[in-house]
DNA sequence: TCTGGGGTCCTAGGACCC
DNA sequence: TCTGGGGTCCTAGGACCC
């Protein structure tokens, strides 16, 4: 393998690259000096790499945190989620001067005699057989399994995890995109050893890094694109690797399920049954139009790429937040009237939770909107657009409560949320607002111009 | 005793402007 | 007086994902 050593890039590290990269990562100047060679270079002694990418999952990524801290569950039933106070407060107390490793697991709290909303968030597998699993209510888990042991979701714990693994997979493969706490797409394409047995070697130093480091398993799926890259992470789990190419879509891909193309849902999915199909391969035999004439223009035609591994979406490493938000499920379901000071008293201070957000991640915005959830389960938004972005908690508290206003309010609610969308980051509001009073004039001054 | 919380993206209709 | 598209913004709902 040739390898040029561009010494330092624009960030002031060395590193080597395969020619091919240099044109993406190398100073401007270099890369215009010998992009010439290059090309001819590439052209007629080196293939073009194949484009690999994989997707990373995390092996029950909450569990296994929760594992690391209190090892003596290992294989017993535990379900994680609710929240309910009493729980942190009765681990809490367990824990006295003991560490947590240390706890008897019979001071654990279980799930029985658990009452409130709640839901599962992760069960273990031992777990799961007994029917339990993500999502269900815990008070049906309870009489499923009153034994299993309860514990508090801890984000900041799963968070910190969550950096931990990602900061070492980008140091072996730069180019990571972010998906959600426990997952992550990576280009392996031009990273050096992504294309040695179709990326297994890669993959496989970037598992064993992050367990040598964590103590946490993953599995991995290599594969032309994400789509089948994330269909590959589940082939081999736990702690597995799944390579897959172009030519393995018939073999591999389509006695699936269409349910595990990423993007079909329930109802995606219920739909293709009714029409008969179930498998991605009985998807990839019907026609485009077809398709489309059932499932509108853009999903139809979607699907059909899909069922035949078509996907070039690209791996995308930063992205801006569209919205951020606040909602919260009441203990007992609220009535706008007969409830009003309490209703009042958790809408202000979602509106406060919302402002904060916004301040500490630096964004302003200017769509208000609520969300209600009604006893019945229905739920309805409203929203509204000010004028200028926002951040103070006032003004969203303000229009929120405008939205509240054009809500029916008869029914009883189980939830109330509160989100500000159209965001903008507030470094480039503050630089608007300084350029605003100035522009003006000019522009008064160039009508009269013209 | 049903069903959490935080997101993204798409659709579709209406307003409004050119 | 009637009749156009196209583009953008706004709003409400819904599917889907982690």
Known sequence: MVVFDLAHDNRGQSHH?????AAWFAPTQVAAKIAPALTTFMSTSQPAPLRRIAHLDMDAFYASVELLRYP???????????????QDEDLTAAQGERTPDKIPVA???????????????TATYAARQFGVGSAMGLMKAAK??????????DFAAYRHYSHTFKTIIQEIAPLVENRGIDEVYIDFTQVPGGQREGGRVLARLIQKSIFDATGLTCSVGVAPNKLLAKMASEF??????????????QTKIWPLACRKINGIGPRADE???????RTIGELAQQDVGWLIDHFGQKTGAWMFDAAHGIDARPVVLESEPVSISRETTFERDLHAVRD?????????????QVAQDLKRQGYVGKTIGIKLRYDDFKSVTRELTLPDHTYDAATIRRNAGLCLKRAPLQQRLRLLG???????????HQAGLRKGPLRAPLQTAMDLAT
């Not at 736990?238 to 879509?249: K, R, S, T």
């Open 107 to 121: 001071e654990f709290p279980r799930l029985q005699g658990y009452s409130g909303r709640g839901v599962i968030t």
């Open 144 to 153: 499923l399994c009153p034994d299993a042991i309860l514990l508090p979701v």
């Open 72 to 86: 003596q569950l290992k294989g017993l039933p535990v379900v994680i989620g609710g929240g309910r106070r009493r």
């Open 340 to 352: 009003k000071a309490e209703l009042g008293a958790i809408f202000t201070r979602l509106c406060e």
């Open 236 to 249: 081999n789990k736990p702690n597995g690797i799944a390579i897959v190419f172009e030519d393995d879509l």
């Open 17 to 21: 690259f395969m020619p091919h990269y």
């Open 418 to 428: 509160v989100r500000v969308g159209s965001l903008i980051p507030l470094a480039e």
């Open 271 to 277: 739909k293709l049954q009714q029409l008969g199909i």
